[in-house]
C-alpha cells in the first residue's frame, strides 16, 4: 500500500458486513468504517459512498449479507 501512498488504510462495508472484516481490520491495522442500513436492513450505499477517500482499499458488498440475508443492492 505504500506504493501508492496510502498510510491510513480502510475498508467500507454496511453494519451488517461478516463480522471478519472487524477482526482482520483489527489485525492488520486497518480502519473498518460502517454505513447504517436503510430501513428495510440493506446497506446504504449512499452512506457508503460518502465514508470512500483517498485511503480506502475495500468496498464491502455482501450477497446475502450478515445477519440478515437480505442482499445488498450494488448494481
Known amino acids: 500500500?505504500?506504493?501508492r501512498g496510502i498510510t491510513h488504510?480502510?475498508?467500507v462495508c454496511?453494519?451488517?458486513a461478516h463480522p471478519?472484516?472487524?477482526k482482520g481490520g483489527h489485525?492488520?491495522?486497518i480502519e473498518v468504517r460502517k454505513a447504517p442500513l436503510t430501513r428495510d436492513f440493506?446497506?446504504?450505499?449512499?452512506?457508503?459512498k460518502k465514508?470512500?477517500?483517498s485511503n480506502t482499499i475495500c468496498l464491502v458488498a455482501s450477497a446475502p449479507e450478515y445477519p440478515f440475508?437480505?442482499?445488498d443492492n450494488v448494481e
Do not use: H, Q
Request: charged share 20%; net charge negative.
Open 27 to 29: 489485525y492488520m491495522g
Open 9 to 11: 488504510p480502510n475498508i
Open 20 to 22: 471478519a472484516f472487524d
Open 69 to 71: 440475508g437480505n442482499f
Open 14 to 16: 454496511s453494519e451488517t
Open 42 to 48: 440493506m446497506a446504504d450505499v449512499s452512506g457508503m
Open 51 to 53: 465514508l470512500i477517500d
Open 1 to 3: 500500500m505504500s506504493e
